[in-house]
């Protein structure tokens, strides 16, 4: 289960509790503050008692990442978790132009021709997936595409003179 499913059961259940009338819906939400509480406490102790280093291998797991995103516990920065998501993703070679944490809008660059596998959208996708779980603050992607590069000029020895 990732962040994103559990965060969705989450609503679907305050929705349901919301068609129940306004009593039911704040005990709902009280709860899942609670249970969010005593989470972030625990994993907090738990963050605290581990080894210089010991979590950096669990950061690319999208589970505990996710997890940790949502405590807000992730040792890293949003750019930082942007970065670590386009890393994830290597067959799209993305670049990040921009990120503005106001509207939470991500401006990347990706190489000309689409870079990668030629498999259509499906690295966006990736990319896009990525970035759900390891940067939530990231809402909306705008795609720039590279300028192609100007061709390689070779140059070759002169063509030899026709004998006589």
Do not use: N, Y
């Amino acid at each position: 289960m990732t962040a994103e499913t559990c965060g969705a059961a989450v609503q679907e259940a305050l929705d349901r509790l919301a068609e129940q009338g306004e009593d039911a819906l704040a005990a709902g939400e009280a709860l899942a503050r609670e249970l969010m509480a005593l989470h972030t406490e625990g994993l907090s102790a738990l963050l605290a008692k581990l080894p210089a280093g010991a979590l950096t291998a669990a950061l690319d797991d999208a589970s505990a990442a996710g997890l940790l995103v949502l405590h807000d516990l992730h040792p890293q920065d949003v750019a930082g978790r942007i970065e670590r998501a386009l890393a994830s993703v290597p067959q799209l070679r993305a670049e990040r132009i921009d990120f503005d944490a106001a509207t939470g809008a991500l401006t990347l660059r990706k190489p000309a021709g689409g870079g990668g596998c030629g498999c259509g959208g499906t690295g966006e996708s990736a990319v896009t997936d990525a970035l759900s779980c390891h940067a939530p603050e990231v809402t909306s992607i705008a795609w720039r595409t590279a300028p192609a590069e100007p061709p390689l000029l070779q140059i070759g020895s002169r063509p030899r003179a026709a004998v006589r």
